[in-house]
């Protein structure tokens, strides 16, 4: 290491306590201490390239130098850098982007609403759905229905509500009494031997049935869902699950609040992975993929008849109470307007779909291989699962934390991928040539190599 890297990553060690990351082992193990990023690659301060197979963190679907998010983002600071929405304040940039995300969103006469991040989506998205069941005279809808393995993010509520211990654990968070817990899809891991998935869907979908007959539909504001279940593992639904979610749901007044954080803008093949799949929601979160990273944005979409009667309160109350500082914030609506006309000029969902049908060959190929049992594509996202033995499905133990170890081989070869246990996530940016594909293949095999 250069000098200079040592002391950069001696400042980081001392000064910066980071994200989703063990505290203690960072001191000795030190910083990927990233400079630089051009197409698919990131480069580190000593000048070695990674391709990003996990677009960062499921967000630079345009990869790391796309020059016109730049210059939208440049020419706007120059224009008007910053305003806020509260009290009827708003601006150009945001208003257009309201209309283009409102006309690709599948829900009915949809309304915006802007945050900073994932997290705050799911945030906004609840407490909107508190406050629309209040609107509508049924103070006693509170509980969320919510599935195990589910990520929606780190705020206090986005911890309670999603199901991985890990976002919990230490934290002496408030009751999760008013959250109600089902099973994660994941056919994979915990069908019965020998179910079928269209078996397996059934018992889902009779368990969310009992788990509203047990509680009282008159008791549940909402459930939320991410389509595919992201920092869970990759996981995705069994055929005919979400269409007949959103019809029990809709049959008991329940609202359904899709978390496409992850899954929006074209990542599965469609604009949203409610498409993909035929959910029905009432609102929908965005963030990541909204401006491809560039700068940070989200927002809540809600339908016609949410916003209704969330409008209608706001005039009985005198004020809808909720919103931030940098809502619609004029220079993260300009790129994520920019990184919108570049989705529509690729023809994002079919390019992804596109891109997902080589994903797809590309992975099957590597999955005859002892060591993986399961490829899942949808679009352009995967998740492969490595197991000790494939005839059997057997796991590895978890303290042998191969799935760790694959990321750090893959790391060796140059390639990013993500490690979820022992599930490896790909979700590469959709800019990503031929050339590179393949490399990310030839780079993904080696790293299962030195895995075994
Ligand atoms: N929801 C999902 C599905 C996510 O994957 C994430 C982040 O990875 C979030 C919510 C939280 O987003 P943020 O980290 O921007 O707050």
């Given at each position: ?36 990023g051009r197409g698919v690659f990131v ?8 391709l990003e197979?996990?677009s960062g963190?499921?967000y630079a679907n345009l990869g790391f130098s796309n020059q016109?998010l ?222 491809a990273g560039y ?47 570049q ?85 590469p940016p959709y800019i990503i040539s031929?050339?590179e ?16």
């Open positions: 290491m250069t000098n200079y890297a040592t002391h950069l990553n001696a400042l980081d060690a001392r000064y910066h306590l980071h994200s989703q990351t063990n505290a203690v082992a960072h001191q000795s193990r030190g910083a990927l201490m990233l400079t630089g480069s580190d301060i000593q000048g070695r390239d990674y197979s996990m963190l499921w016109r730049t210059e939208a983002a440049h020419a706007q600071l120059q224009k008007l850098p910053a305003y806020h929405t509260f009290n009827h304040r708003s601006n150009d940039v945001c208003a257009q982007l309201s209309e283009q995300l409102a006309q690709i969103v599948p829900l009915d006469d949809a309304r915006i609403f802007y945050v900073n991040s994932g997290s705050e989506a799911i945030d906004s998205m609840v407490k909107m759905a508190w406050y629309y069941h209040m609107a509508k005279g049924q103070p006693n809808r509170r509980k969320i229905i919510s599935r195990e393995g589910a990520f929606h993010g780190s705020t206090i509520f986005g911890a309670v509500v999603g199901g991985l211990s890990h976002m919990k654990d230490g934290f002496n968070l408030p009751a999760t009494d008013g959250v109600v817990r089902v099973s994660r899809p994941s056919h994979f891991r915990e069908a019965e031997k020998g179910e079928t998935e269209a078996a397996y869907c059934d018992r889902l979908i009779a368990e969310i049935e009992d788990v509203i007959a047990a509680h009282g539909a008159e008791s549940i504001a909402a459930m939320i869902a991410e389509p595919i279940i992201g920092a869970g593992g990759v996981l995705t639904p069994p055929k005919g699950y979400f269409s007949r979610l959103s019809a029990l749901l809709q049959s008991h007044g329940i609202l359904l609040l899709m978390d496409e954080v992850i899954c929006g803008f074209g990542r599965t093949g469609n604009w949203f992975g409610s498409q993909t799949f035929g959910a029905q929601p009432d609102m929908i979160a965005m963030a990541k993929g909204l401006t700068i940070p944005m989200g927002a809540v979409a809600l339908s016609g008849a949410v916003y209704d009667a969330i409008a209608a309160q706001s005039d009985q109350l005198g004020v809808f109470g909720h919103g931030f500082t940098y809502s619609g914030h004029p220079t993260a609506s300009a790129v994520a307007l920019a990184a919108l006309e989705y529509h000029e690729m023809k994002a969902p079919a390019l992804t779909a596109r891109r997902g049908q080589d994903l797809t060959r590309a992975l099957e190929a590597l999955a005859t291989d002892d060591m993986i049992g399961e490829v899942r594509v949808e679009g352009f996202i995967a998740g492969i699962e490595l197991v000790a033995d494939k005839a059997s499905r057997t796991f590895f133990a978890p303290e042998l934390a191969v799935g760790r170890r694959f990321e750090n081989n893959a790391l060796r070869e140059g390639l990013i991928v993500r490690n979820m246990g022992d599930t490896i996530a790909i979700c031929d050339d594909f393949d490399l990310m293949i030839t780079r993904l095999r080696a790293a299962l190599m030195t895995t075994r």
